[in-house]
């Protein structure tokens, strides 16, 4: 069980009342004297997210007063459990079972601390799960949302492509899962020509992390991530500014994964495949260069007008692999395009797709779960800005307009017509401490997407 929750009541468990903002005056009214004149010496108004701590009179913690917005979103009790002493907390349970969900699911992600190379500031206050509510899913989501935080946050130093891979070993062996792993000179035996030519320039030779999960005849979900463990740039090196995050352009596979981990953890009865393409997009002797022109998994030729747009190279191997197994659904994540957050900003993932039923169903769930993600068009008028005199297509468009649009139309030319496929772009960092998401490596839609799933196909729902 996570640090953060326990799901026996103690001894000494302190209630968190929740107050709405507009109502703290009616609610006053009904308060003992004791707290009523507490709280004016306290100056509480419960305004949204600040809370006060009421003691007894011997000075122990009796009672903590929080204020909220609205009733039915109490996300903003991610800020507690960094915040209040340290100690077991209990939520009066008189809110609706999904908005309690949530408030538990943010409690979780609020208690997120990066640890590996920094002792935590302090251990997080103890939520005591109501016992209505789904601890099992509940956990599942916030551990695996922090496992992926976890691998963005990261240095590339210790998040080399072959750490990458370990990391999913490790991972399938919890889950009874397999791991086969194509890597260096391989790939291009294994014409996986783009993997090897983006990555052949780094010391951590590149790979191709393909792992199993589920049995055969179920339903077949494969997810693809952008494993680039750091982006120079290449050639076309990134100045200092662009540079500094690179270590999370691995995002896109951590978000596959951290999906993987939910099914598996949920055991849906579905067949899982993950691509992990993995590698160092670096400078040396042996770095590809613009102008290359590359002859792709499926045949295509690409000419690379910019080595910065790597991650669609690698993505395209992955994607034609997995679609020659025409899977129901294929569904890929990366940290791709920088003008995917100019167009949405950092909190919100570009979907694209061209099933309008998935689309549909997706921004349910992602407004069900406040999981932010908004359909971006595959616009088929731009994929002129991906012609190239002397190949099929090049890697980008010259032209400085609708860049995560015209990233996935680059991806969409790898993607066997005919099968079910999403694409997300997102920046994998959360660049303001908002509640529920630190300063920090971070995920979006994957838990719109996993309830998504689970809605689909777990026969318990
Ligand atoms: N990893 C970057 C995209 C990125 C940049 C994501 C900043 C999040 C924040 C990607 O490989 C890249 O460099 N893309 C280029 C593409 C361009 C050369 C067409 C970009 O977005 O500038
Ligand atoms: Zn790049
Ligand atoms: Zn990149």
Redesign the pocket.
Known sequence: MLSCFATETREKVCPITIIVEGKFDDWLHGQPQYTQTFLKEMDFHATAETFCILTNAEGVREQVFFGVKVEYDLRSLARLPLALPPGYYRLNEDFKPLVIQHALIYWGMGAYQFTRYKKANRLPSVLILPRTSDAALIENIVESVCFARDFINTPAEDMTPMDLAEAMVELASEYHASVNQIADEELLEENFPAIFTVGRASESIPRLIDFYWGEEHLPKITLVGKG?CF?T?GLDLKQAA?MI??KK?MGGSAHAIALARMIMQENLPVCLRVLIPAVENSVSGDAYRPGDVITMRNGKTVEIF?T????RLVLADALTEASSESPELLIDFG?????A?VALGPEIANMFTDDDELAKSLMQFSNAEYDHLWRMPLFASYRKYLDSLVADLRN??DQPFA?SVTAALFLKEFVKPGVTWAHFDM?GWSFDNRPGHPIGGDVLAIRAIFMYLRDRYSSRH
């Open positions: 680039v982006d740039g662009g995050l690179m352009d910019n910065d747009a790597e991650g940290t791709l395009t920088g003008a957050r980008c468009s860049g920046s």
